[in-house]
């Protein structure tokens, strides 16, 4: 029995790795896309997507009609953009995720929905560049009472 999180994670891993000019996208953010790595990611690995499951994933609601009770989980993701360039290809890195979350924001039916939350450019003050950016979303799932948290 896999976790409804993890599985979430990995399809947005799976989707994310789909950003490609050939694909219809402004960018090939799609090309080094991890979950959850830890440490610096080296400049050979650039650009990159690192997906994070943000620590306080909340419980929103119950349903408990019929004869199973469900719980309904709001998680919050942050997607860290690694990249040295302009911003306006910063700018564009975070419209291909827009674009990609748009393409089925249930996640293959893992999910009820998907919420856009907020972005943000990363400026490297010593060198004073952009050197990437954050987007943040939340995505809402179901699961049956006590199976995860």
């Not at 990159?48 to 019929?66: F, Q």
């Not at 089925?104 to 039916?109: L, V």
């Not at 998907?114 to 943000?120: E, R």
């Amino acid at each position: 029995m896999s976790v409804r999180a993890d599985d979430i994670l990995t399809a947005i891993q799976l989707r994310f790795k789909t950003i490609s000019v050939s694909t219809g996208y402004h960018t090939t953010f799609g090309q080094n896309v991890f979950i959850c790595r830890p440490g610096k990611i080296e400049l050979q690995d650039h650009p990159a997507l690192n997906i994070w499951d943000a620590p306080e994933t909340a419980k929103i609601g119950d349903m408990t009609d019929g004869p199973a009770s469900i719980d309904r989980w709001r998680m919050p993701v942050q997607v860290d953009i690694l990249f040295a360039g302009t911003s306006s290809q910063v700018r564009a890195a975070i419209a291909d995720i827009y674009k990609s979350i748009g393409t089925d924001h249930t996640w293959g039916e893992l999910a009820e929905a998907t919420y856009l939350f907020k972005h943000s450019l990363t400026v490297d003050q010593a060198e004073n560049k952009i050197s990437g950016a954050t987007v943040m979303f939340y995505v809402d799932y179901r699961n049956a009472r006590f199976q995860e948290s």
